[in-house]
């Protein structure tokens, strides 16, 4: 009984944690800060496809890649497919991703983000006849710029909750 009740916080706690990131991915800025957005339910998502990839998997991916959808109002299944392709990558390597300084991890955060940007973009364009502009691809900057400050948060809140 004790070791369900764990299991369901641990649960709610990942839960929680994409919550949040979708709050952040939604919540207004001035037009200046908004292209630096950086992706937080992808740095997120991978974060514990990397940390605990027996629970968070390609599954949850494309639900939260939906979710994403819905919520910034982009084409159904865009960013589902997205994240699920680049969250296979990362919980396939997820054993050598750990051993990575964090340093080396934002670089990796950064490549992982240009290439669902990417993949985001192509499919925009092929759908919806999309306009490129250079800004579309700030975020991996910030995104990776703010990786070492969101791991080590998450990983305080993974050892709080005592996940494995």
Not at 81 to 99: E, K, P
Not at 105 to 128: C, D, G, H, K, P
Request: hydrophobic residues 60%.
């Amino acid at each position: 009984m004790i070791e369900q009740t764990s299991s369901l916080t641990q649960k709610f706690a990942i839960f929680a944690t994409f919550v949040a990131a979708l709050t952040l991915a939604t919540m207004p800025m001035s037009l200046f800060l908004a292209a630096w957005r950086p992706d937080w339910a992808l740095l997120v998502l991978l974060y514990w496809a990397i940390a605990l990839p027996h629970r968070v998997s390609i599954g949850i991916a494309f639900m939260l890649g939906i979710c994403v959808d819905i919520l910034i109002g982009s084409t159904m299944g865009i960013h589902a497919g997205a994240y699920a392709l680049v969250t296979y990558s990362a919980a396939r390597q997820y054993q050598r991703i750990r051993n990575f300084s964090l340093l080396q991890q934002s670089l990796l955060m950064a490549a992982l983000v240009t290439i669902e940007r990417s993949i985001v973009f192509l499919l925009e364009y092929y759908l919806n006849d999309a306009t490129f502009l250079a800004q579309y691809f700030w975020p991996v900057l910030s995104s990776a710029i703010l990786w070492p400050w969101l791991f080590l948060i998450l990983r305080k809140v993974r050892r709080r909750f005592q996940m494995t």
